[in-house]
């Protein structure tokens, strides 16, 4: 990851992250996506950057990119039997349009799978929405393979991707 810096958001960096997020849901908007078509989870991206687990990339200083990487496996997708310890999980990854592009998103999932090597982990894990295709397949693209998807009627995500971790 030439160049790009991830390290931990801090806690006063919120408005960073709900930036990011809110640029994203503009731009899914934009093509008639309606995902994240809501206001950011403020009270779960403070909790997640209190706890050390929402990270910022930045190039040249300038923050770029979010992800949330934990250990929370939603029990409304991920049952036992995918052994859910086994795994780290992707949460609100978003780049900004100007670095569209660039790797950058590609670059992120690959440090979130070295981080869960890191923790002896076995699978690098996430839910998408149901219906955006676009997004499928840059996940296949970045070596994911889809799982399987759960359809909850209260849900709009739950298409379960997995890496494994070499």
Same mark, same amino acid.
């Given at each position: 990851?030439?160049d *790009? *810096? ?13 930036? *990011? ?6 731009? *899914? ?7 994240w ?5 403020? $009270?779960?991206?403070?909790?997640a ?10 190039? $040249? ?12 496996? $939603? ?7 995918d &052994?859910?310890?086994?795994?780290? %999980? ?23 799978s ?6 002896g982990?076995?699978w690098?894990?996430l839910?998408?929405?149901? $219906?955006?295709?676009?997004?499928? &397949?840059? %996940?296949?693209?970045?070596g994911?393979?889809?799982l ?19």
């Amino acid at each position: 990851m030439k160049d *790009l *810096l991830v390290r931990a958001g801090r806690p006063d960096e919120l408005g960073v992250v709900e930036a *990011l997020l809110r640029e994203a849901s503009a731009w *899914l908007a934009s093509r008639s996506i309606d995902q994240w078509q809501y206001p950011p989870h403020s $009270d779960r991206i403070a909790e997640a950057l209190k706890r050390g687990v929402c990270f910022l990339a930045f190039k $040249d200083g300038k923050p770029i990119a979010t992800i949330q990487v934990d250990d929370f496996a $939603d029990p409304e997708f991920w049952t036992p039997e995918d &052994r859910p310890h086994a795994a780290l %999980y992707v949460h609100r990854m978003a780049v900004t349009r100007d670095f569209s592009g660039a790797s950058i998103g590609s670059q992120l999932l690959d440090w979130a799978s070295e981080r869960a090597a890191g923790q002896g982990k076995r699978w690098l894990r996430l839910d998408a929405w149901k $219906d955006n295709q676009g997004l499928h &397949r840059f %996940y296949e693209n970045s070596g994911f393979s889809l799982l399987r998807i759960v359809d909850l009627p209260h849900r709009r995500s739950g298409a379960l991707f997995q890496r494994a971790i070499e």
